[in-house]
């Protein structure tokens, strides 16, 4: 499975972006879909997870702000980011996995500046 994200720009602060990410295949054996992100000089963190059975997760840095939500039919995971802040700045990641499989896509870079 490939997974291609999408959706990324420059956004003024307090502004809204969506992210999506398209799977090659299905992704409903994928347990966990997830976004990561990573920014200049640092580590790569989780932003959200979604469970296979639509149960989310979100880093306290995003909670209120960002959605994530899955469509196994389609196979496709979206970040929906509102309010966003220069410190959410950085290069976005999506991600599927199960106990056997582990797939990344390339990032999107989402500039948060005025």
């Known amino acids: 499975v490939q997974l291609q994200a999408s959706g990324g720009g420059l956004v003024q602060p307090g502004g809204s972006l969506r992210l999506s990410c398209a799977a090659s295949?299905?992704?409903?054996?994928?347990?966990?879909m997830a976004w990561y992100r990573q920014a200049p000089g640092k580590q790569r963190e989780s932003v959200a997870t979604?469970?296979?059975?639509?149960?989310?997760n979100y880093a306290d840095s995003v909670k209120g702000r960002f959605t994530i939500a899955r469509d196994n039919a389609k196979n496709t995971v979206s970040l929906q980011m509102n309010s966003l802040k220069p410190e959410d700045t950085a290069v976005y990641y999506c991600?599927?996995?199960?106990?056997?499989?582990?797939?990344w896509g390339q990032g999107t870079q989402v500039t948060v500046s005025s």
């Open positions: 295949g299905s992704i409903s054996s994928l347990v966990i």
């Open positions: 991600r599927g996995w199960n106990a056997a499989y582990d797939y």
């Open positions: 979604i469970t296979v059975g639509g149960t989310s």
